[in-house]
């Protein structure tokens, strides 16, 4: 069977997913795995024009879902919009891969050059609502509407105005880029610290071993965790310390690796290890963000919060969240994502960022007006 399908929807449980058949015979794939209900016209009425269609998805005489089929003309595409559970979606691939049709990444039916599809796919990656949001805004708003309106106004701008408004624009690509790819956060310190408390908190969730016996975490562990709205990778690594345990000191290289690719540690010692921080500090490598967390404070006094507060440092009682306002605010300002204001134009793929770097080093107005228009696509 000359077809391609794959999931046009997120790769996650959801009201409803889109699967898309793709090809010369996505039509008569359908025809093997739908039946319209009574009364409605065949599944060739879709070719003739009657764009939506509901009907059985079927599997031999087993009814996996009712579904509602439209007909993509200009793409020799049918859509099956069924229900969005995982278990379905899985039998809809599974049965269409079985009558012939080849199972592709969604990428390869969807992406090309243009601001409306990178929406149609990345949205699909996008892993909390403000990062749905802010790409679901690009189009026809947000980077689509500004870069039309920018043509527009290139016969009365001077080039010089319109490259700052580009620059302006340029400095988002960073922000578009974490918003769909999650920054690493990476819990170091001290044992006993309370790094995989803290772990456990954010992540609202028991992914790590805490205990009072100090190195209880050896192989680091990871979770996705929600901070105010925005996806972040955080791990959770052995406590630092000298140490002749074979064990300890293979954790401690795992966990070098990490903070070199981290996009911001968290050094996080315990109210009774302050004298610990700088040296810790210092064998952190410079060019990596780190905010340093005091924790315990609950069993510290209003002098040495004070204190630890005057140096920038965070104060909280993890095992209570107390003080993850400060925190969680600290880590986004220092990553960037709250420079972000919800529907302003934002760059999220490299394609576009090249774009706009093209447009900087150009003193062509009809260079520019090109690339804006091969930016929209
Ligand atoms: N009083 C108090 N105890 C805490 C707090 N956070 C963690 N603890 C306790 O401190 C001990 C160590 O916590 P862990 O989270 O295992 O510390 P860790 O930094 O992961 O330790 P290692 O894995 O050994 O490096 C545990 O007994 C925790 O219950 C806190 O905010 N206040
Ligand atoms: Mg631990």
Redo the contacts with the bound molecule.
């Keep these: 069977m000359n077809c391609r399908c794959a999931l046009l929807t997120a790769a996650a449980a959801g009201g409803i997913a889109i699967v898309r058949i793709d090809g010369p015979d996505s039509m008569l794939m359908l025809k093997k795995i739908f039946i319209p209900i009574a009364g409605q016209l065949d599944t060739d009425a879709l070719l003739s024009g009657k764009s939506l269609l509901f009907g059985s998805l079927r599997d031999g005489d087993e009814t996996l879902d009712q579904v509602v089929v439209a007909y993509e003309p200009g793409l020799n595409a049918v859509d099956i919009n069924c229900h969005g559970g995982m278990r379905i979606i899985q039998r809809l691939m599974i049965l269409l891969k079985n009558y012939g049709a080849q199972v592709v990444d969604n990428k390869e039916l969807i992406l090309n050059e243009s601001i409306e599809s990178e929406l149609q796919y990345y949205i699909t990656k996008a892993l909390v609502p403000k990062a749905v949001l802010a790409v679901a805004n690009q189009y026809p708003a947000g980077l689509y509407q500004w870069a039309g309106d920018i043509i527009k106004s290139l016969e009365n701008n001077d080039l010089g105005e319109i490259q700052e408004q580009v620059k302006d624009i340029l400095a988002t690509a960073h922000i578009g880029k974490k918003l769909l790819a999650p920054p690493m956060i990476v819990l170091v ?1 001290p ?7 803290l772990a456990n908190a954010l992540g609202n969730k028991a992914v790590s071993i ?3 016996l ?4 050896r192989d680091w562990t990871s979770q996705v965790v929600d901070i105010q709205g925005f996806a972040y990778r955080l791990v959770d690594t ?2 630092r310390r000298a140490s002749d345990d074979i064990l300890e000191q293979q954790s401690l290289i795992l966990a070098n690796d990490l903070i070199e690719k981290a996009d911001l540690i968290l050094l ?1 010692a315990g109210a009774d290890q302050l004298y610990m921080v700088e040296k810790q500090l210092e064998d952190l490598p410079e060019n990596v963000n780190v905010l340093v967390v005091i ?2 404070v ?2 510290t006094s209003d002098d040495v919060v004070s204190n630890c507060l005057k140096k920038g440092y965070i104060c909280i ?4 969240k107390d003080g993850f306002d400060q925190l969680t605010s600290g880590i986004n300002d220092t990553i960037g994502l709250n420079q972000y204001v919800d529907g302003q134009p934002l760059v999220f793929t490299d394609r576009q960022r090249i774009l706009l770097e093209q447009i900087m080093t150009t003193d062509n107005a009809d260079d520019i007006k090109e690339l804006l228009a091969k930016l929209r696509g």
């Design positions: 310190g044992v006993n610290a309370g790094k995989s408390t805490a205990s009072d100090a190195g209880t975490t052995a406590g996080v924790n315990k609950d069993l009682t993890a095992k209570e």
